[in-house]
């Protein structure tokens, strides 16, 4: 089956440290989502692009945070610098883009920033 | 408001049936999922239905839509210790954009 694939699954490091999440959507899907799961606030969407353009990045605090795809097969989250309060389960979704056609999520990074 | 919202928490015993109830708030929303969240892994779609339906069934799962409310819920038939997990209900308004809820956690004991 395709899968949306995420790298690293964990990734544990100190404050100020820059911290880079990949993922790969699913072959020929033309959007891509991430989300940020926490307890307290839920399922939250950061950005989302279409055909590798940001189409709302509104979810994201620019200051630290940056969305990427720089080509068809990756997509990239980074932080810099990070912080203790973005510990959180980071997931990546890719989607045909059309209505009826679900996102498909990946297993996710959990990041824990100390 | 722009929530969707979803009860936190559900126990029910293995066999019984489960029914999760969520409320959503955008009547112009098409279609309406539910994801399932296991421990450690990402959500997985479940099942969806078109606004324009009443109702779905796909083996044990039925899911209701109630439109006039916007109420939707997902009943669990004959539910198993498998079926524990977080369920997360979800509308889409627009470039396969979903809005989701905080997610119920079913807790199926023996």
């Known amino acids: 089956d395709a899968r949306v694939t995420q790298t690293p699954r964990h990734k544990v490091t100190e404050m100020g440290q820059e911290v880079t999440m990949r993922c790969q959507p699913i072959l020929g899907h033309n959007t891509v989502f991430w989300y940020r799961q926490t307890m307290m606030q839920g399922l939250e969407l950061l950005a989302y692009f279409r055909n590798r353009a940001p189409l709302d990045d509104s979810g994201m605090p620019k200051d630290r945070f940056s969305a990427e795809m720089p080509d068809a097969t990756l997509a990239t989250l980074k932080i810099q610098p990070s912080e203790p309060r973005d510990s959180a389960v980071y997931f990546c979704a890719s989607g045909p883009g059309q209505a009826n056609q679900p996102q498909h999520f990946g297993d996710g990074t959990r990041l824990s920033i100390l | ?110």
Request: hydrophobic share 30%; charged share 20%; proline share 2%.
């Open chain 2, 1 to 110: 408001g722009e929530d969707v919202e979803q009860s936190l928490f559900l126990s029910v015993r293995e066999g019984d049936s489960s029914v999760i109830n969520c409320t959503y708030t955008d009547s112009s929303s098409t279609y309406l999922y539910w994801y399932k969240q296991e421990p450690g892994a990402g959500l997985q779609l479940l099942t969806y239905i078109f606004s324009n339906m009443d109702m779905k069934q796909d083996q044990r799962l039925t899911v209701l839509l109630n439109k006039k409310d916007k109420h939707l819920s997902l009943r669990i038939a004959d539910t198993q210790t498998g079926d524990s997990a977080i369920y997360f209900c979800a509308e889409e308004r627009g470039y396969s954009t979903l809005t989701f809820g905080k997610g119920t956690m079913l807790l199926v004991s023996p």
